[in-house]
């Protein structure tokens, strides 16, 4: 697990971001386009945490010489929503997820990333100020690496690929659905073609095993390996994730923990099917 800008536009007020802008000759970073931010409220909770969160990211990414603010924007903007979720408490130990989904002007999704950091119980619900700068730094450092990537090769370069989803084999609880459920809706947002008739051929097929130890500790070894394969049944490779839970927390649904697993492990799935994606005629 774990468990994944803004060209100066005729606004209304004349200088967006005035505030938040990196200080005169920090050196703007190469994203796709000298552009900025807006991190929009972020929800669920613990509410204290999450109030003191878009500030805190905010912060982090001009720290990282992005303009970024959680107070303005406009209408060239990229978007940074986040959730977070309270995973169940360990000891006097509790980890946050934050789900963060970045989107462009034009409001397409560029990529979903989740970021995990554990510290005491308390802090997340009191919202103290350094778990909440711990968080932001790490989660900064992901979407930072999003906004410098150039665009992924994906498989739209040789047409879209057609992918079929198969079962998910072994997760306690709900989690054979759930997590099928998530990749399928991760990966419907990228250039593929998702196959639900058996019948129907498939140039990609994706499947995963999950593999949870018996409770030690109260604590749970928890294996996902996420398997693609090409039309003829060999393999492409694996995506493997593998944490410690509480014991007992896949029993019954995975809620959240579902998708937090599928953001993790997408972009790896996607660089396996963008090698098993079909050439188009001009390519050998």
């Known amino acids: 697990m774990p468990l994944a800008l803004l060209l100066a536009a005729c606004q209304p007020l004349p200088h967006p971001f005035a505030d938040d802008v990196p200080k005169p000759g920090s ?33 982090a990414l001009q720290k990282r010489d992005i303009a970024a603010s959680n107070r303005t924007t406009s209408i060239a903007s990229y978007q940074l929503d986040g959730r977070v979720q309270a995973m169940p408490p360990s000891g006097d130990k509790a980890a946050i997820v934050v789900l963060w989904d970045l989107r462009n002007p034009a409001g397409k999704s560029l990529g979903e990333r989740a970021e995990r950091i554990e510290a005491a119980a308390d802090d997340w619900r009191q919202g103290k100020d350094d778990a909440v700068a711990h968080l932001a730094a790490a989660s900064a450092d992901q979407i930072a690496a999003m906004l410098q990537e150039k665009a992924p090769v994906e498989a739209a370069e040789h047409g879209e690929t057609r992918l079929s989803i198969g079962g998910v084999e072994g997760a306690p609880g709900d989690g054979g659905t759930a997590l ?4 399928m809706t991760l990966l419907k947002k990228q250039d593929l073609a998702i196959v639900s008739d058996p019948g129907a051929k498939a140039d990609v097929q994706l499947d995963a095993v999950v593999t949870v130890d018996k409770p030690k500790g109260g604590q749970q070894h928890v294996k996902i390996v996420w398997r693609v394969r090409r039309r003829d049944g060999s393999e492409i490779g694996t995506v493997g994730q593998e944490n410690d839970v509480p014991a007992g927390l896949l029993d019954g649904p995975w809620g959240d923990v579902a998708y937090t697993v599928a953001v993790a492990a997408q972009d790896g799935i996607m660089q396996l099917i963008s090698r098993g994606a079909p050439r188009s005629a001009g390519n050998s």
């Open 27 to 59: 050196p703007m970073l190469s994203l796709r386009d000298t552009a900025t931010v807006a991190i929009a409220p972020i929800q669920g909770g613990p509410r204290a945490t999450a109030e003191k969160l878009a500030p805190a990211m905010a912060e």
């Open 180 to 183: 099928a459920s998530a990749i």
